[in-house]
């Protein structure tokens, strides 16, 4: 689970050309919406995937379970209005992004979250496998 891919250096030149592009192409931009960080801590009989997910409300926030795969989802739609004498101004910003996990190992049935202080805390129990016992099977 959560296995660590090294890059090799054809794909950081991609991923560097592909950055400079879109800085280029969009100018200045706030990269505040298009990613969030997290961290994954091995507690021994489970993970905890902590989340920093600042400035949104445990409403905005979603997490779904398909297949395999967890997505933490995080969506906020502002509007601000403003009216004065001869003039009235609006804006409205829009966001969203989402990351997946792969959660192979999991007990998905007992994945429980909480959220304090801009903190996504998701804890991922893992499997518990049971070591069969050797077995004499009787030949009649």
Do not use: C, H
Not at 60 to 87: P, Q, V
């Amino acid at each position: 689970m959560f296995e660590l891919m090294p890059m090799t250096r054809s794909q950081r030149s991609m991923n560097s050309f592909w950055n400079d592009f879109e800085k280029s192409f969009f100018g200045a931009y706030d990269r505040s919406m298009s990613e969030f960080k997290t961290d994954i801590i091995d507690n021994g009989g489970s993970y905890l995937l902590q989340a920093e997910l600042p400035g949104y409300s445990k409403e905005e926030i979603s997490l779904n379970l398909d297949d395999n795969y967890l997505t933490i989802k995080a969506e906020k739609k502002e509007e601000n209005e403003e009216k004065k004498e001869n003039f009235v101004r609006r804006e409205r910003r829009y966001g969203s992004y989402s990351r997946s996990f792969d959660i192979t190992g999991i007990d998905a049935e007992n994945i429980t979250a909480s959220y304090n202080n801009g903190v996504l805390d998701v804890t991922l129990p893992k499997v518990v496998e049971t070591k069969k016992e050797p077995k004499q099977i009787e030949i009649q």
